[in-house]
């Protein structure tokens, strides 16, 4: 019994811990939090109505990386909304599904090291969005760099080439394409690099760490969500999201009117924007 009692005294010390810690870097971070501008705290316009207005515009879409993380949430937003008359998924594998939802899905396979091959899949949509990416772990550095740089710029030429006016690229908190580390300065270069193409109307999301329970998770990666799963109970901060707050996000912004062709979305103004969706 003593050891029981042992053991229940420790484990309520390190939860007491764990809590200060929380609390303390929740009072740091909401210091340095991202500014929310104007238009997305103050979400005059009726979502349902815009909504309407926009699925009358019989307008088309396609995703990258449907298959992801972010895609796949996106997709399931998308569908629920039911303000496209068309969407395609574009991937280097047909998908599977077995909700009749996805029925009326359009997929386009491709190879995304001869894209140019499949330029018609890049045909005759107002709406494209892009969560493709991996990591360097997974692919190495060079892998990373392809992906995440090459086939995401590739595709926006093609889209662009084939009438796409609207893009909406999923990126990262950080991002810089001077930055001293690969991952935000392959974001950042990439990000400059489809604004050149001039799109209508171009939107970077750059969400913090994303709050969702990979399957392949390594050790690291879920105390790092598990953490700030945990701050994000306690406050609102800029260094995570949840991952649908990120989806709802991309399909509201879609039916605003943009200040300027290019924006960039900080974490907590895609927070804002995605609990308007639910409103």
């Known amino acids: 019994m003593s050891v029981m009692k042992l053991l229940v ?8 811990i764990f809590t200060v810690v929380i609390v303390v870097v929740a009072v740091v971070l909401n210091y340095f939090d991202d500014p929310v501008p104007v238009k997305y705290t103050s979400m005059a316009e009726d979502m349902k109505t815009l909504e309407e207005n926009f699925r009358q515009q019989n307008k088309s879409c396609f995703i990258l990386g449907a298959s992801g993380e972010t895609g796949s949430v996106l997709l399931q937003e998308l569908l ?3 303000i496209f008359s068309k969407i395609t998924l574009i991937g280097r594998r047909q998908l599977t599904f077995e909700d009749k939802a996805y029925e009326n899905l359009v997929q386009e396979v491709v190879d995304f090291e001869k894209l140019d091959d499949y330029a018609a899949a890049f045909q005759g949509h107002d709406v494209g969005y892009c969560c493709l990416g991996t990591t360097r772990a997974k692919a190495g550095a060079d892998g990373f760099i ?9 595709s926006a030429e093609l889209a662009k080439a084939g009438g796409c006016t609207q893009f909406h690229l999923e990126s990262s908190r950080g991002a810089d394409k001077n930055s001293n580390f690969l991952y935000l300065k392959v974001k950042g270069q990439v990000e400059a690099d489809i604004e050149a193409l001039g799109f209508d109307r171009y939107s970077i999301y750059r969400p913090g760490v994303l709050l969702v329970d990979r399957q392949e998770s390594r050790p690291a990666e879920w105390m790092t969500r598990k953490f700030f799963g945990a701050l994000s109970s306690v406050c609102s901060t800029s260094m995570s999201i949840p991952i649908q707050a990120v989806a709802k996000a991309m399909a509201s912004n879609t039916l605003l009117q943009p200040e300027q062709k290019t924006e960039i979305l900080e974490n907590k ?6 609990k308007s969706a639910g409103k």
């Open 146 to 154: 392809r992906v995440d740089h090459d086939y995401v710029l590739k």
């Open 80 to 82: 629920g909304r039911n």
């Open 269 to 274: 103004a895609i927070a804002t924007l995605g």
């Open 9 to 16: 005294t420790a484990l309520g010390k390190a939860t007491g």
